[in-house]
């Protein structure tokens, strides 16, 4: 059982720049962690993911030359660094992960099932509004 916390979301003006922090309860070292999104009546949706061991990372179309996901398995912390904010972007924002994200540990598949991730955290709200 991984338990997954993200912090760090907030009101933001269009622009702006915000820093998520998903934390877990034990290791992350063998799991590849997704960041998902989900706006009020729209679908979840895929953002990023990053494998366990060497940092490859993936980005969906959206979000892809303005988040950037690291992680520090020392601190069993996932990052998701948002900038260029737009309001399209507000939304409760999820980092996920699962026992094939550990099998499947450099991110493939990432973004093909919502299924395929067992362990989600709380949510952390982010609004962007002037």
């Known amino acids: 059982q991984v338990q997954l916390v993200e912090s760090g979301g907030g009101l933001v003006h269009p622009g702006g720049s915000l820093r998520l922090s998903c934390t877990a309860s034990g290791t992350l070292d063998y799991y590849a962690i997704g960041w998902f999104r989900q706006a009020p009546g729209k679908e979840r949706e895929g953002l990023s993911c990053i494998s366990s061991r060497d940092g490859i990372t993936y980005y969906a179309d959206s979000v892809k030359g303005r988040f950037t996901i690291s992680r520090d398995n020392a601190k069993n912390t996932v990052y998701l660094q948002m900038n260029s904010l737009k309001p399209e972007d507000t939304a409760v924002y999820y980092c996920?992960?699962?026992?094939?994200?550990?099998?499947?540990?450099?991110?493939?598949?990432?973004?093909?099932?919502?299924?395929?991730?067992?362990?989600w955290g709380q949510g952390t709200q982010v609004t962007v509004s002037s």
């Open positions: 996920a992960t699962g026992l094939y994200l550990a099998i499947n540990s450099h991110c493939s598949g990432w973004n093909d099932a919502i299924s395929r991730y067992d362990f």
